[in-house]
């Protein structure tokens, strides 16, 4: 059995479950089962505090884990090892001040800076010979400096709300981009690859579509050029000879454009559809 460590709650509890359930697997039915066995798998979930998957994994007690990159560098575990992105969960980890106080991470010597990430922001001061006074909070860190403990903060930023309100803004070179991460420990566990060829289809089919259209057959490279595909169109012949149907996989977000620029070199009946599941 495969042994996976899955967040039990926070921002990505929710995305992971249903990338998982996508994925074919069976997870916990009550949001208070810490430990479920996919027997026809042949899997085990230990639902666990996303600031501890790393741990875990890390230290080989699991195989596999769903965590945030932010959260597996944080843990400075040098067992584990980020093996895929997710594609979930994308925020950038920032320094953030009261406007104008600081424009360069130079000036945090000897300042106080609150962070729910000690690991992440030490590792990134001390590389850069910088030392400060590190305050670890828990979270809501962008209350530390309203509220005198901290003289900045250094937490997650999505879109910027929340540092906005309480008044702060960004300063510094971005610390890290993170997502959602697949990570695995310091051994291949079997079963490893068959788990990520999994969530790997569920990324294709969450992040392409399926386009169909009529065209003429001279227009192909024209058309290829404009949408190529993730290895090569699929062309089949139309009844009538001078006509041809393409297939091809599109990313989601771009699809209304591709659709555009198609029809305006000649295809006609394009049509969308989902894709449910892929294995490439
Ligand atoms: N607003 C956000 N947008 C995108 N990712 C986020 C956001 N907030 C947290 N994350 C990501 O979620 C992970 C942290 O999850 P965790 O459950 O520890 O914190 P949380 O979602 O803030 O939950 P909690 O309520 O326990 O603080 C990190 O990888 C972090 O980058
Ligand atoms: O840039 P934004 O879109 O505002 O998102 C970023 C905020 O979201 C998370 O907070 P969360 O709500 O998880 O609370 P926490 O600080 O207690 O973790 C994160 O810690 C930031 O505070
Ligand atoms: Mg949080």
Known sequence: ?????????????????????????????????????????????????????ATYVGSGALDVGITGRDLLLDARMPGAREIERLGFAGSTFRFAAPTGTFTDVAELAGKRIATSYPGLVDAFLDERGIAVDLVPLDGAVESAVRLGVADA???????????????????????????????????????????????????????????????PAAL?????????????????????????????????????????????????AILVTAIHNARL
């Open 153 to 215: 903060v250094a937490d997650v930023v999505e879109t910027g709300t929340t540092l906005r309100q309480a008044g702060l803004e960004v300063f510094g070179p971005e610390i890290l981009r993170s997502e959602a991460v697949l990570i695995a420990g310091p051994h291949d566990a079997d079963g490893t690859e068959r788990l990520l060829r999994r969530l790997r289809g569920v990324l294709v089919a969450r992040r392409y579509v399926l386009v169909d259209y009529d065209l």
């Open 1 to 53: 059995m495969l042994r996976i460590a899955v967040p039990n709650k926070g921002s990505l509890a929710e995305t992971a479950a249903e990338m998982l359930a996508e994925a074919g697997y069976t997870g916990r039915r009550d949001s208070k089962d810490l430990h479920v066995i996919d027997p026809v798998n042949e899997v085990e979930f230990f639902y666990l505090r996303p600031k501890d998957i």
């Open 220 to 268: 192909v490279d024209e058309a290829v050029a404009i949408a190529g595909g993730i290895e090569s169109p699929t062309i089949s012949p139309l009844r009538d000879p001078e006509w041809v149907a393409v297939r091809v996989m599109v990313p989601r977000a771009s699809v209304n454009t591709t659709m555009d620029e198609l029809y305006a070199i000649g295809a006609r």
